[in-house]
C-alpha cells in the first residue's frame, strides 16, 4: 500500500463537505455529512 493518504480525509464535493474514513484492503469505507430531503412522494403498489 501506498499509504498517500491519513486514515481521515475531507473531501468537498459540489452538495457539501464529506468526511472519508477507510482503513485500508478488506475494510468498509465510511462517509459522513450532511443529509437533506430532496424529494417527497408516494406510490401505490
Known sequence: EQQLLDND????L???KLKI???GRGHPVFMT???IS???GS???
Do not use: R
Not at 9 to 12: K, M, Y
Open 9 to 12: 480525509v475531507a473531501v468537498e
Open 14 to 16: 459540489p452538495g457539501g
Open 21 to 23: 474514513h477507510w482503513q
Open 33 to 35: 455529512g450532511p443529509a
Open 38 to 40: 430532496v424529494f417527497e
Open 43 to 45: 406510490m401505490e403498489l
